[in-house]
């Protein structure tokens, strides 16, 4: 299932998209797409068994916000450097293991909301990344089974950085990560169903209409299953929470000087196969 929310902003409804393009109303369903519902295998049942008759109330699409597909995010985990061919582009080493650090919930936003360059900024990056969606509680995960099991389903995240913040103002990486908006999402919740292989995905980026990523999961160094299961071993990952898997090649921050960051009026556009479109006009804090 392709699950969103739509709506203004603090005022989204559920919805879904079937398979045929069409908009589909939920909230005579459920009142949200939140962690309650994937932890809840009956009302996703309810969800399903809906879309498969036919019987959901369109919703007309035009001029309708879609807004994050998830609400009440709990954490959001993060990998750095979990490509083979974006740490080839930064002179970096591949890591031994998993580099971790957070954002906010509150850097998300909708696919299309406007992204907002930090006061002060010189060096605002773009980075498409596989976002993960936890659907159950997951504490020392042995497998890579039960740590896919554990996945409620897939999302487009876009982890906007500011490299000079992360790298050159002293001490961690979070400071370059978690200014406002830094986290455009969706604009579906995929359902895990509906991607056999996370690791057989393409991931582009566009900047001003210039491609810049064109990249794969199949690149990454930790795979989604081994993320999942690593994380489980340092916190308890619960129904809501959102891993960001990293970005492939192509970032300002490994280009040639001068390095092309964004800049206020800039529009990146960025997707997933199966997974959606995002497109976000960049201005000033």
């Not at 930064?90 to 031994?96: L, N, Q």
């Not at 794969?216 to 489980?232: D, K, L, M, N």
């Not at 960001?244 to 206020?264: D, F, I, Q, S």
Request: with cysteine; aromatic share 6%; glycine share 10%.
């Amino acid at each position: 299932m392709k699950l969103l929310r739509v709506g203004t902003v603090g005022a989204e409804r559920p919805a879904l998209l079937d398979g045929t393009g069409v908009l589909r109303d939920l909230s005579g369903l459920v009142t949200d797409i939140d962690p309650a519902l994937l932890a809840d295998d009956a009302a996703l049942a309810r969800i399903r068994t809906a879309a498969a008759s036919g019987d959901l109330p369109p919703i007309d699409p035009a001029g309708l916000r879609t807004g994050p597909p998830l609400a009440r995010i709990g954490k959001i985990v993060c990998i750095g450097l979990n490509y083979h061919d974006h740490a080839r582009e930064t002179g970096a080493a591949p890591p031994e293991e998993p580099i971790l650090f957070m954002k906010a919930p509150d850097t998300v936003v909708g696919p299309e909301d406007t992204v907002l360059v930090p006061r002060g900024s010189v060096k605002t990056d773009w980075e498409v990344e596989l976002a993960v969606v936890i659907g159950r509680t997951a504490r020392y995960l042995e497998s890579d089974d039960e740590a896919l099991a554990a996945v409620a389903g897939y999302a487009v995240a876009h982890d906007v950085s500011e490299r000079a913040f992360q790298i050159e103002r002293g001490g961690q990486w979070d400071k370059g990560k978690n200014c406002e908006t830094f986290n455009p999402l969706g604009p579906w919740l995929v359902t895990a169903d509906e991607v056999p292989d996370p690791q057989a995905l393409g991931l582009r980026l566009w900047v001003n209409g210039e491609l810049q990523q064109d990249g794969t999961t199949a690149e990454q160094i930790f795979p989604v299953a081994e993320v999942v299961r690593y994380v489980s071993r340092f916190m308890t990952l619960y129904p809501g929470d959102v891993i960001n898997t990293g970005t492939p090649a192509g970032v300002a921050m490994g280009r040639p000087e001068p390095k092309p960051y964004l800049r206020a009026g800039d529009v990146v556009e960025l997707e997933i196969d199966g997974l959606g479109r995002q497109r976000q006009r960049l201005r000033g804090a």
